[in-house]
């Protein structure tokens, strides 16, 4: 009888002592400096939202929460130094849409996007749209179907580089609508656009904010943005599947991720903290004026997102036969 009561003590001061772990990690969190890694360079979407978001952050908890660009190797370089992170809550990732490509896009990576990450919550998701050079006779993205099938091969498409989700938005195109079309990778988004401007290429998918001044100047013809529903930044411009391709939507999404095993706490914590921050009036309109949308979600939600994506950028990269390394 002795024995038994020993046995239930002991298992009562276990549950305790992890209830009281979890209180105290919940209560006491944070009680440092938080870093936020970006795995691109300074002055993309990816650090202008990790910077609007550590900002007020550090306004609402007053630790300091520092954003640390990691650039190289299509963002899995600041993405494996994350993985390899304490799980403690101190260091969060903030990652785009390559996020979900790469692992089909390379032979090996130094990670496992599933079981490395606990996700926290999406953060908005940016439009993209399809613009041609005034010499392509297609007013509509339901003429460049049938413009590219009657000229199998003829017609090329730019990107910022091979495996980005401009070039993937170009490959799922190309199988959703049935046609061949030539890829042309540059070194960045930036030369792309020139090449196309200057007549070097036909088309190309690029960040809708960015192209709109070269629409209205005339250089270059919009066709139809990426997204499922129309963008407020520019709503004359019709969709994908009201231009004849049902089903096409590659919109570019931004989420927080932290390291696998973090607390469940704090991962709630942060998705609490994140969601109000992403719904403040003045931080919506303002990311909306720069071409992104705020999604925040819940941990599960966008573990589920993840997932989707996978399997939705493997197959592209499949028939594509796209690859990074």
């Not at 650090?47 to 910077?51: E, F, K, N």
């Not at 005034?134 to 006779?137: I, K, L």
């Not at 998705?271 to 992403?278: D, P, S």
């Not at 705020?294 to 966008?302: A, C, E, L, M, N």
């Given at each position: 009888m002795r024995e038994v009561s020993r046995v239930v003590v002991l298992v009562l001061a276990l549950l305790w002592g992890a209830g009281a772990r979890a209180v105290i990690a919940q209560d006491y969190y944070p009680s440092k400096p938080i870093r936020l890694v970006v795995p691109f360079g300074a002055g993309g979407t990816t650090?202008?939202?990790?910077?609007a978001i550590g900002q007020r952050l550090t306004e609402a908890w007053g630790q300091p929460v520092v954003v640390e660009n990691r650039p190289g190797a299509g963002g899995n370089i600041g993405t494996e130094s994350v993985a390899k992170s304490a799980a403690d809550g101190y260091t969060m990732l903030l990652i785009?849409?390559?996020?979900?490509?790469?692992?089909?896009?390379?032979?090996?990576?130094?990670f496992d996007p599933i079981k490395d990450?606990?996700?926290?919550?999406?953060?908005a998701t940016t439009q993209n749209v399809l613009i041609v050079h005034?010499?392509?006779?297609a007013r509509s993205a339901r003429e460049l179907i049938q413009l590219a099938k009657s000229r199998p091969g003829q017609l090329n498409f730019g990107s910022s580089g091979t495996g980005t989700s401009q070039h993937l938005a170009g490959e799922l195109f190309k199988s959703m609508a049935g046609v061949q079309m030539q890829h042309v990778p540059y070194r960045g988004s930036a030369p792309a656009l020139t090449a196309l401007i200057g007549g070097e290429v036909s088309l190309m998918f690029n960040n809708l904010l960015t192209?709109?001044?070269?629409?209205?100047?005339?250089?270059l013809r919009a066709l139809a943005v990426t997204s499922a529903e129309r963008s407020p930044a520019a709503p004359e411009i019709p969709t994908m599947a009201e231009s004849g391709l049902p089903g096409y939507d590659v919109s570019t999404w931004y989420g927080l991720l932290v390291p696998a095993g973090t607390p469940k706490e704090i991962v709630a914590r942060?998705?609490?903290?994140?969601?109000?921050?992403?719904?403040l009036p003045e931080l919506k309109e303002r990311l909306r004026s720069q071409g992104a949308d705020?999604?925040?979600?819940?941990?599960?939600?966008?573990?589920a997102?993840?997932?989707?994506?996978?399997?939705?950028?493997?197959?592209?990269?499949r028939q594509s036969g796209a690859r990074a390394d």
């Open positions: 650090d202008v939202l990790a910077r785009s849409v390559g996020f979900a490509s790469n692992p089909a896009l390379y032979s090996k990576l130094p990450f606990a996700p926290v919550t999406l953060v005034p010499s392509v006779p192209a709109l001044p070269h629409v209205k100047a005339g250089r942060l998705n609490a903290e994140v969601v109000r921050i992403l719904n705020v999604i925040p979600s819940t941990p599960d939600q966008f573990a997102h993840i997932r989707q994506e996978m399997v939705k950028w493997a197959q592209v990269v």
